[in-house]
């Protein structure tokens, strides 16, 4: 039985790709982590189909949640346009669905070779894209990702991009090892981009 969605904190969390171009040093992927705080195991036998993954979601109370979110061990927006499938039958079959989060690392467009925020619109509520970094360099040596530099300026350009269609759009760094001169230059990043910028605390695996 693997694990399509979970619960943390009152929200329902899914699971849909252990696919994702980057290779954290903090990810608890590499320390023979089979899930997380969230949820015990979240490497999946196979990718569920959207079909699958819609008729686990409906086997919820899914007007209990605060917040629906799309996070798993993987990167979620491999798999944009079942998320946009699954959005709009939930929207269909739920009356009462609770807002909609994807949490990214905001390479979709890299990944998918296009531009999919349009595809955001009327369906997800918030978006929060991992920052991990204050320059190239700093996120390049955390985040690690297949495309190197390339990939901090896409994330940039697709938190400026999404804006336009989502409307709350966050990105996210976490406390831990960060100067005030990184945080600063966070700061001002997300200013730039007339996005938030939210400071996670660092939770130890």
């Known amino acids: 039985m693997q694990t399509i969605s979970y619960e943390y ?21 590499h320390n023979g982590h089979k899930g997380s705080i969230y949820a015990d195991d979240l490497w999946l036998e196979h990718e569920p189909s959207r079909e699958e993954a819609l008729e686990d979601l409906l086997a919820r109370e899914l007007t209990k949640y605060r917040e629906l979110v799309f996070c798993g061990f993987g990167e979620p927006m491999y798999r944009t346009e079942d998320i946009v499938w699954l959005v709009d039958e939930l929207k269909k079959r739920v009356s009462g669905l609770p807002p909609v989060r994807i949490n990214t690392n905001g390479h979709a467009n890299l990944i998918l070779g296009q531009d999919v925020t349009p595809r955001l619109q009327g369906r997800i509520d918030t978006l929060s894209i991992s920052l991990n970094g204050s320059t190239p360099e700093e996120y ?16 940039l350009d697709f938190a400026g991009k999404a804006k336009e269609y989502v409307p709350n759009v966050v990105m ?8 005030p001169e990184a945080v600063e230059r966070c700061r001002r990043i997300t200013r730039d981009l007339g996005v938030k910028l939210r400071i996670r605390a660092y939770i130890p695996d």
């Not at 390049?140 to 896409?154: L, M, N, S």
């Not at 996210?172 to 100067?179: A, C, R, S």
Request: charged share 25%.
């Open 9 to 29: 904190e009152g929200a329902l969390y899914v699971n849909l790709t252990n696919r994702c171009d980057c290779s954290c040093v903090f990810c608890l992927r």
């Open 140 to 155: 390049c040596a955390v985040t690690r990702p297949r495309d190197g530099e390339k990939a901090w300026h896409a994330m």
């Open 172 to 179: 996210t760094i976490v406390d831990k090892d960060q100067t």
